[in-house]
T-cell receptor, first 116, second 117 residues
């Protein structure tokens, strides 16, 4: 079974600074998808960024970028120029793709606090 | 953008009551929907996969008779918590895959907070 591990229960960052959230996963698949989701206090699930395993290039969405290391099974999220609105719980998630597409396995989550 | 509506957003009821939660795709057709459960400050756990016109597929450890799932149309899946007890209190979230857009990110509903007294 696939597992996703986020080893940082909580992280904090100063506004305008950069923070990196860690995620590792375990799978025997060669093709899969990885995601970072943001869950603010409203508990909405907001997609931050998505990476397809067959793509070597790291995904980027504005201030958010990932460091995808397939061999090491690592998928960290870097938030640049942190803003107060970035404060939330962040979940790393894995999806095997194919007929299992959509069935997400989530990590434990990291609570991010942004200090003004 | 694609919108998934989940209703009700919050429900409080007595032990022994059955509670139905609706997950509706408002502007797209969803052949597949998913139901997740989230305890406070914890991760989301997949409960089941709901496919239109067929029986739901439940994850290991999820009681089929406790959590009844029906996906009768391309825009609606329902989760019924039967004879709910306090331990069923949780946050339930649905998500939907848009038909014809395979391998695209799923769309999440806003969740239902269920409290059983």
């Amino acid at each position: 079974a696939q597992t996703v591990t986020q080893s940082q229960p909580e992280m904090s960052v100063q506004e305008a600074e950069t923070v990196t959230l860690s995620c590792t996963y375990d799978t025997s698949e060669s093709d899969y998808y990885l995601f970072w989701y943001k869950q603010p206090p409203s508990r909405q699930m907001i997609l931050v960024i998505r990476q397809e395993a067959y793509k070597q290039q790291n995904a980027t969405e504005n201030r958010f970028s990932v460091n995808f290391q397939k061999a090491a099974k690592s998928f960290s999220l870097k938030i640049s120029d942190s803003q107060l609105g970035d404060a939330a719980m962040y979940f790393c998630a894995y999806n095997a793709g194919g007929t299992s597409y959509g069935k997400l396995t989530f990590g434990q989550g990291t609570i991010l606090t942004v200090h003004p | 953008g694609a919108v998934v509506s989940q209703h009700p957003s919050r429900v409080i009821c007595k032990s022994g009551t059955s509670v139905k939660i609706e997950c509706r795709s408002l502007d797209f057709q969803a052949t597949t929907m998913f139901w997740y459960r989230q305890f406070p400050k914890q991760s989301l756990m997949l409960m089941a996969t709901s496919n239109e016109g067929s029986k739901a597929t439940y994850e290991q450890g999820v009681e089929k008779d406790k959590f009844l799932i029906n996906h009768a149309s391309l825009t609606l899946s329902t989760l019924t918590v039967t004879s709910a007890h306090p331990e069923d209190s949780s946050f339930y979230i649905c998500s939907a895959l848009e038909e014809g857009f395979s391998n695209q990110p799923q769309h999440f509903g806003d969740g239902t907070r269920l409290s059983i007294l």
